[in-house]
């Protein structure tokens, strides 16, 4: 009996979490598709036909498509970069036992646990010495240098994987890229797929760092654009809405079609981590 009661209260709990969370997702949705003279007046309800003229505003507004393609762009190049990198360190820093490495590994995990409004001046600063301003591949090379979570989960999944793999394939003629490439990346798919979705959302629905880096209209991104909605349009929230749906349906869908991949990556490495 006590731990049936238990079981209900948690997921009562559970259950009360779960709408707090989504009813201002199911809000903004349903008054997207909305006449603004009927957001106020039946806003909990189904609207009574989808009215889809937000939608078609939203999307012509402020060059909306050029920035959701600078979106798509820099969400590549940086899960991409991200990838590419924190593998490959994660898995020379597991391997070699030495002062260094384990400086590298300090080094590497820092800003993971510093604040990035701490240094977001001085990175503007540098970003402007090194004429990075106003460039999408000046914004991914901030976020590839600062995915100390990628490498943590890189580094701790390689760490339980056998040194002797790479001893044999050493035997066998293979060089360190080529044990990389031929052993350890197919290994290390689950943390791939699970660190490269989640590295999406993140690139995706970050607002600060391409808002400070990203000054020129052309080459901003779709979160700078639903910032901007709200200052252009102020109170046409139906607009808003809209805007703010078009911005999330990317990674929303995305999410929905990898989430078995997300999950059982992140369970993986924080196991095996």
Not at 43 to 65: C, W
Not at 95 to 105: D, I, N
Not at 124 to 149: D, E, P, R, Y
Request: with cysteine.
């Amino acid at each position: 009996m006590v731990k049936t009661a238990g079981r209900i209260i948690s997921h009562v709990f559970l259950i009360v979490i779960l709408v707090l969370y989504l009813f201002p997702i199911y809000l903004v949705v349903m008054n997207s598709f909305r006449p603004f003279k009927d957001m106020f007046e039946s806003y909990l309800a189904f609207p009574k036909s989808l009215y889809l003229d937000n939608y078609i505003t939203a999307f012509s507004a402020s060059g909306f498509t050029r920035r959701l393609l600078n979106n798509f762009i820099l969400t590549f190049i940086t899960v991409a970069g991200v990838l590419i990198v924190t593998s490959m360190a994660g898995y020379k820093l597991s391997r070699v036992k030495s002062k260094l490495s384990r400086f590298l590994y300090l080094l590497y995990t820092v800003p993971f646990l510093i604040p990035f409004y701490t240094y977001m001046i001085p990175l503007v600063q540098l970003m402007t010495k090194l004429k990075l301003m106003n460039s999408l591949t000046g914004v991914a090379l901030i976020l590839i240098s600062t995915s100390s979570f990628a490498f943590f989960m890189f580094h701790g999944f390689v760490k339980t994987i056998p040194v002797e793999l790479d001893e044999s394939a050493k035997i066998d003629g293979c060089g360190e890229f080529s044990t990389y490439i031929r052993i350890i990346v197919p290994l290390l798919k689950p943390i791939i797929s699970s660190v490269a979705v989640l590295y999406a959302i993140w690139t995706w629905n970050d607002f600060l760092l391409p808002f400070l880096i990203l000054n020129e209209p052309e080459k901003q991104t779709v979160t700078i654009s639903v910032y901007q909605m709200i200052g252009k349009f102020g109170s046409d929230w139906d607009v808003i809405t809209a805007t703010l749906v078009l911005a999330s349906l990317p990674m929303v869908i995305l999410y929905v079609f990898l989430q078995k991949y997300v999950i059982s990556g992140v369970m993986t490495g924080a196991v095996k981590g």
